[in-house]
């Protein structure tokens, strides 16, 4: 027997499937140079397109001269928003239920908005002429802060909406004012507030930032008018939903568009959108007969793409004395820029901000979102996030740090203390989301315990006396976090984008030889799904991973799907990929009883073959009865061996982690030294631990630059100040420190292998970590709350203000 | 704006090009040679992306204009180990998953190939501070730096390799 026992094993690992560190099969072409971005596209008779951009944050258009640019050689056309509008494409929808202009309509509404479209024969020239493009504005107040937005003097911002009192998401009770999202119960929670022990408040504001992707976005549109077909080529992580914009937005039949994603250069939420470059070079496309290229500089990526955050969250925190929290109450004032351009489901204009309970059973809670319009670039998208998830666990992580300063408690004692215990599982939150599953305390426990938590809690002790004997000028901070997010939008019932459910799919085609093709409708960017969705299939099927080619980005090819971003990927389109790969075994099966004469209810799956039970050395692999299904004539079965399957999740998945960061802060330079951090990441089932834990040290750099220094600042003027990689933070090889992974394992229930989702994680979690790191350095002299981005300077005022400094 | 011939090695092969004073190495080197390995993160030197070796120094090739290339003798990521045969750095990159997009791995591994011939035995401090100017988004740089250092182990030690 134990030789059959070995002989299944070794076949499980030939299949490199679930949980196999398998190499990622995108690397060879990557590592060679050889990778397809959106810029590496070179078609016969191309032309580039640039953008003309307004230097004002606010003004009145009163003309554009496009003669000298006209007059350029190698100029082909400039497009305004005049030759937009018979076409009705001078404004195009937002995936949130607003509008936007495609090029200027009248009016400008932030630094660095699209104007003019130059159509040239090469780059250089299109620059030259987008110099000579002449603008006359005049200028108008400008509105940053969106605190500011209803006030008697504000300046009206959107006059094409001005009149409306009712948006895409309810009432709007000023012009400047998007919308009111309400969650829970405001009376009770009052109630709770004003009868409860202790209540602590706080701002927390989580900065505007980007989320700069090292390859910015851009297009290439061609139109063949022989065939009437239209090709989009694009840095796009949903090439369906963009496939049905183009057609709904140009008349032409959805039929008649391609839409295709190459190799993406990074996403990170900053390609979910429609922006005008694509717009335009679809249009220039349609306009010149020949292919047009539009790639944005980094400047443009930084300034005028889809920013992230940007949310004002007031909070309050009821609690017993001995700790037992009671209610959460939180008013967010979120600043959307002059367009409502975020890209989540439409029920949802605050994304999943409701799930700012996180990992705590609060019995009642209240959030009220009001979306604000400002000067600024349109947006608010999730930057590695699953739309606001991100907020919402940094408001809660640090408002359980400003209770525990209240209670004179230890911040873990406190989490503990009121985790979601596992037997509460499925959970049914205050703000109504039911949490599938988790195990925080056994994950709270393995952080604090592999760091030696309460060790440090005596040497940072020791420091601080250390600090007032006068012996060091170094504090040291314990940054904790706790974080549960909600990720895998989304059950049709309630999750759609622009009327879009948010399904995904997978088409699986097995080839008569054994090997196979699946195609979803999702699309890598650097996620490495080619290799992590063959090893999904690879063991549900049981053909080797090595022998499963993984397609996605091709709208001709691929079966529709919503696309990747919010750690969707995993939890839809995987999902979908067990479910076709279960079709494909059924139908297996079937075949395999008809060949080994017996009937279908006496074989059993195993590993890679169909075995007689009770009879191990009759049976047929999975390649046999590949073959046997196309070459065959099998009684009541029809030929071939394929499947699709579209997948509506029946719920939510709910990674959870626990993180502590170890830092040493600097009093008087207010350089910060991150000398530990810890990740323990519970996604669920795993399927390529080399790939998860790549996806924690990504996503853990990407918290680092947002807590420690990365922001998108505008000037009172609302002239941006960090729209080049020189003032905009991205922390290199030199500042960033190596991070100790970990995991525990706890299956979602309801997912077909288990799986939850990763990639978001880290940066949901690492933010709080590193910020509660800051702020807990200072504690003991008295600091409650400070805004990230905690970088040096601010990190030395605060000090100063704390009167740490000799001088101060 | 008149444009001037270049003649310039690329990867072992004697080129020509032809370009306006003011292109730079970058553009030419992708749209006219059809060398699409490097990329364009930024065009102001900050991200690296464009990183090739002109006459045995790593350069930003967004920072150089196409016609200081005159007489030069360039290598970028294709010129680097090839389908049959990669460079150990371009092995190591995909044994220690040290790339998830991919797009600043061309100029990463380029760089890292200069830092290596420059300092055969790194330490990570070396090849942290050595490979600063490249920036990265998605891999955290921990996995890169570990496959930088598997690199200069198996050129040093071919026979101890992992
Ligand atoms: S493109 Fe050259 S350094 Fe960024
Ligand atoms: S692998 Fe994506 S930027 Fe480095």
Redesign the interface.
């Known amino acids: 027997m134990s030789a059959t026992a070995e002989s299944v094993q070794e076949r499980r690992a030939a299949l490199k499937g679930l949980g196999t560190s398998r190499?990622?099969v995108?690397?060879?072409?990557?590592?060679?140079?050889?990778?397809n971005?959106v810029?590496?596209i070179?078609l016969p008779d191309m032309l580039f397109g640039d953008f003309v951009r307004s230097q004002h944050a606010h003004a009145r258009v009163k003309s554009i001269d496009t003669s000298a640019a006209m007059e350029l050689p190698g100029v082909i056309a400039v497009l305004t928003a005049k030759d937009l509008e018979p076409l009705n494409l001078h404004w195009m929808p937002t995936l949130a239920g607003d509008k936007q202009m495609v090029l200027a309509d009248g009016k400008v509404l932030f630094q660095g908005q699209e104007i003019a479209f130059v159509i040239a024969e090469?780059?250089?020239i299109a620059a030259d002429a987008v110099d000579l493009v002449k603008v006359e504005f005049e200028e108008l107040p400008v509105l940053v802060d969106p605190f500011k937005a209803e006030l008697p003097d504000a300046p009206i911002l959107r006059e094409d909406i001005a009149d409306e009192k009712e948006g895409a998401h309810g009432a709007r009770r000023h012009p400047n004012h998007i919308f009111t999202w309400e969650q829970g119960d405001k009376a009770a929670t009052e109630s709770v507030l004003s009868e409860a022990d202790v209540v602590a408040e706080e701002m927390v504001y989580y900065h505007r930032t980007h989320p700069?992707?090292?390859?910015?976005c851009g297009s290439v549109a061609s139109m063949d008018k022989v065939n009437g077909k239209l090709t989009l080529w694009g840095t796009f992580q949903a090439p369906h939903v963009v496939r049905t914009v183009a057609s709904l937005l140009s008349g032409i039949a959805e039929h008649n568009i391609r839409v295709v994603s190459p190799?993406?250069?990074?996403g990170?939420g900053n390609k979910v959108g429609v922006y005008p470059g694509y717009v335009c070079s679809i249009v220039a496309s349609i306009v010149t007969g020949k292919p047009v290229k539009w790639?944005e500089?980094?400047m443009e990526n930084l300034s005028a793409t889809a920013f992230a955050r940007d949310y004002w969250m007031q909070g309050k925190i009821a609690a017993t004395k001995d700790g037992k929290i009671t209610g959460l109450w939180c008013h967010t004032t979120a600043d959307h820029g002059a367009f409502d351009a975020c890209a989540d489901p439409t029920k949802y204009p605050a994304g999943f901000m409701s799930i700012c309970t996180g990992s705590y059973d609060i019995p009642t809670a209240y959030l009220a979102v009001d979306g604000i319009y400002t000067n600024k670039a349109p947006g608010g998208v999730a930057y590695r996030c699953s739309f606001r998830v991100t907020e919402a666990a940094y408001f809660i992580e640090r408002m359980i740090e400003v209770l525990a300063i209240k209670l004179n408690m230890d911040a873990a004692e406190l989490r503990a203390k009121n985790f979601i215990r596992k037997d509460q599982f499925p959970y049914q939150s205050a703000l109504g989301w039911e949490y599938d599953s988790g195990d925080y305390h056994t994950a709270w426990e393995k952080a604090l315990e592999s760091v030696g938590y309460s060790k440090l809690r005596e040497e940072q002790a020791q420091r601080v006396e250390d600090f007032k004997a006068g012996k060091t000028r170094k504090l040291m901070g314990i940054g904790l976090c706790h974080f549960t997010e909600i990720v895998g939008a989304g059950p049709v019932k309630n999750c759609d984008i622009l009327g879009m459910g948010m399904f995904d799919s997978c088409e699986i085609r097995i080839h008569p030889t054994g090997s196979a093709l699946a195609r979803l409708g999702t699309i890598s960017?650097?996620?490495?799904h080619a290799t992590t969705f063959a090893q999904i299939l690879a063991t549900e099927i049981g053909i080797s991973a090595d022998d499963i080619t993984i397609e996605e980005g091709d709208t001709d090819t691929a079966p529709y799907g919503l696309g990747t971003y919010g750690s969707r990927s995993t939890p839809v389109a995987g999902a979908a990929t067990a479910m076709a790969g279960r079709k494909i075994r059924a139908k297996a099966q079937m075949i395999a009883a008809y060949l080994l004469e017996v009937h279908d209810n006496d074989i059993e799956w195993e590993v890679d073959r169909f075995v007689v039970k009770g009879a191990p050395e009759k049976f047929k692999t999975m390649k046999e009865i590949a073959y046997a299904s196309y070459n065959q004539a099998i009684p009541g079965v029809e030929p071939g061996l394929e499947a699709v399957s579209y997948y509506d999740p029946p719920n939510m998945t709910y990674p959870f982690g626990a993180y502590v960061c170890v830092m040493d802060v600097d009093v008087d330079t207010g350089v910060s030294d991150i000398r530990q951090f810890y990740a323990l990441d519970d996604c669920g089932t795993r399927i390529n631990p080399?790939?998860i834990?790549?996806?924690v040290?990504?996503?853990?750099?990407?918290a680092l630059a947002i807590a420690l220094g990365q922001e998108i600042a505008y000037d009172e003027l609302g002239n941006i100040k960090t729209g080049?990689?020189?003032d905009f933070f991205?922390p290199?090889?030199?500042e960033?420190p190596?991070?100790e992974t970990d995991f525990t394992e706890t299956p979602s229930p309801h997912h077909p292998i288990g799986a939850k989702g990763v990639g978001e994680s880290p940066n949901v979690g690492g933010v709080p970590a590193f910020s509660n790191a800051i702020n807990d350095a200072f504690r003991a002299f008295g600091l409650t709350h400070t805004h990230m981005p905690h970088d040096h300077w601010r990190i030395w005022k605060t000090a100063n203000e704390l009167g740490l400094h000799a001088d101060s | 704006m008149s444009k001037q011939k270049i003649n310039l090695n690329v990867n072992g092969q004697s080129v020509t090009a032809e370009a306006?004073p003011?292109?730079l190495l970058i553009?030419v080197l992708?749209?006219q040679l059809?060398?699409?390995?490097?990329?364009?993160?930024?065009?102001?030197t900050?991200?690296g992306?464009c990183t090739v070796e002109m006459d045995g120094m790593s350069v930003k090739s967004c920072t150089i204009f196409a016609v200081q290339a005159q007489g030069k003798e360039i290598t970028?990521?294709?010129g680097l180990?090839?389908?049959d045969k990669?460079h150990v750095l371009?092995e190591k990159?995909?044994?220690h998953?040290g790339?998830?997009?991919?797009?600043?791995?061309?100029g990463m591994?380029t760089r890292a190939h200069r830092l290596l011939e420059e300092n055969p035995n790194p330490t990570e401090e070396d090849?942290?501070?050595g490979?600063?100017?490249?920036?990265?988004?998605?891999?955290?740089?921990?996995?890169?730096?570990k496959s930088v250092m598997a690199a200069a182990e198996e050129i040093n030690n071919p026979e101890s390799a992992t």
Not at chain 1, 525 to 528: D, F, L, V
Not at chain 1, 697 to 702: A, P, S, V, Y
């Open positions: 190499k990622r995108e690397d060879a072409r990557f590592t060679q140079g050889k990778g971005y810029d590496d070179k090469d780059r250089y700069c992707p090292m390859e910015t190799d993406i250069g990074g990170f790639v500089d980094r960017q650097g996620q490495g080399m790939i834990e790549g996806q040290h990504g996503g853990l750099t990407e080049t990689l020189m991205i290199t090889s030199w960033t190596n991070y | 306006e003011r292109e553009h992708r749209e059809e060398i699409t390995g490097p990329h364009i993160g930024c065009e102001t900050h991200c992306a970028t990521i294709e180990g090839d389908p990669l371009q990159f995909k044994e998953h790339l998830q997009c991919g797009f600043c791995t061309p591994i090849v942290r501070f490979i600063a100017g490249n920036l990265c988004r998605c891999t955290g740089y921990q996995n890169i730096v």
